[in-house]
């Protein structure tokens, strides 16, 4: 995500996986819901192994190291406290309530814009970024350990910035050349990263892992599913350039609309998820139980392209601004082979 002007011509795998990252929250984000009901799910055991990694490694991968600048990150913080103002009043809760808990709203904005502000102090004390990266990982460790599961380590989000800032490194480094490297060696380098998405996965099942064990080999299977995502995305888009199908336009067009609009649809996503449970009734919610392995992506697209709706509307209302960023008509972008800088 970022709040700066979005460039004309962009990059179309990365559109397209960021789109697939939202439609992984969202899901994500439902299957939350019928588990708080005591309903097991079928997806969430498997997206909260890699859809924020994803996520965050995108907003890494769209990070110009050298040209961004941290006053216009800083528009992140518009619509997370705009939209969490909605939140509270909707909910009868105060700021505090807001932003106490761990999984507060918006708090991804938020701790995106604390790792933009990390990497400018990185850059500030002109030390080695790689470097640098390590000693703030070194810090957030210290952070987590000594402030986990206390008020004051959920409200500042440690256990969130801890685990997602080597992934937004992660993003980074693919962006600097390692992501060059993958495509030079891709075979060699999805047969290598399969084969230990393997192993711990093997591991995990022989020794029963459950809690903090399990959630730290979930990240180091991350590690390696992220890059063969980019990947897979990259080579999806090369099969699909000479080709033409409407099968091809509608991921075109579904690509623009969520892809483009990811920050838009991650902070209206509760509310339309509020508008849904109250205009649903109990014999569509059970049948949307029921059948989960195919209602949880059909209404996790259903939730991304209502709130495109409400964006477009925001926006020709002349209230834009609340989302930190300039929204573009998706008739005005251009997809091409290379683009100097990404957005999200």
């Known amino acids: 995500m970022n709040s700066v002007s979005m460039p004309t011509t962009r990059i179309f795998y990365l559109d397209a996986l960021k789109a697939f990252a939202m439609l992984l929250v969202v899901m994500g984000h439902i299957d939350y819901l019928w588990s708080n009901h005591g309903v097991a799910t079928i997806y969430l055991p498997i997206l909260l192994v890699f859809h924020m990694p ?84 070194i810090v957030l ?41 993958i495509l030079k060696n891709k075979l060699q380098i999805s047969l ?51 080709r033409n199908s409407k099968v091809k336009s509608l991921v075109k067009r579904s690509v623009q609309l969520i892809g483009v609009n990811t920050l838009q649809i991650y902070v209206l996503q509760y509310f339309s998820f509020r508008l849904f449970d109250y205009l649903s009734n109990n014999t569509l919610s059970q049948f949307t139980l029921n059948n989960e392995w195919l209602m949880s992506p059909v209404i996790a697209l259903a939730h991304c392209y209502f709130c495109v709706l409400v964006t477009i509307l925001i926006n020709k209302l002349k209230l834009g601004f609340v989302f ?21």
């Open 54 to 137: 994803l996520f965050m490694a995108l907003s890494g991968y769209v990070t110009n190291v050298e040209k961004f600048k941290l006053a216009k990150r800083a528009k992140l913080l518009i619509p997370f406290f705009v939209f969490g103002f909605v939140f509270m009043a909707i909910n009868h809760v105060t700021f505090l309530e807001l932003i106490r808990p761990e999984a507060k709203f918006g708090w991804f904005l938020y701790v995106l814009f604390a790792f933009c502000f990390f990497l400018a102090l990185i850059r500030a004390s002109k030390q080695n970024l790689y470097g640098g990266m390590v000693v703030v990982e």
């Open 141 to 181: 460790m210290g952070l987590h350990f000594c402030l986990h599961r206390t008020t004051l380590g959920t409200t500042l989000s440690t256990d969130h910035m801890f685990q997602l800032w080597p992934f937004f490194c992660l993003g980074i480094i693919l962006r600097r050349g390692l992501f060059s490297y």
């Open 192 to 242: 290598i990263g399969v084969s230990v998405i393997l192993i711990i996965c093997g591991a995990k099942c022989i020794l029963e892992l459950r809690g903090t064990l399990d959630i730290y080999c979930n990240d180091l299977m991350s590690l390696f599913i992220v890059p063969l995502f980019f990947l897979l995305f990259h080579e999806l888009q090369h099969w699909m350039k000479d």
């Open 324 to 344: 930190g960023r300039k929204i573009w008509p998706t008739t005005k972008l251009r997809y091409g082979s290379a683009c100097s800088e990404a957005r999200m």
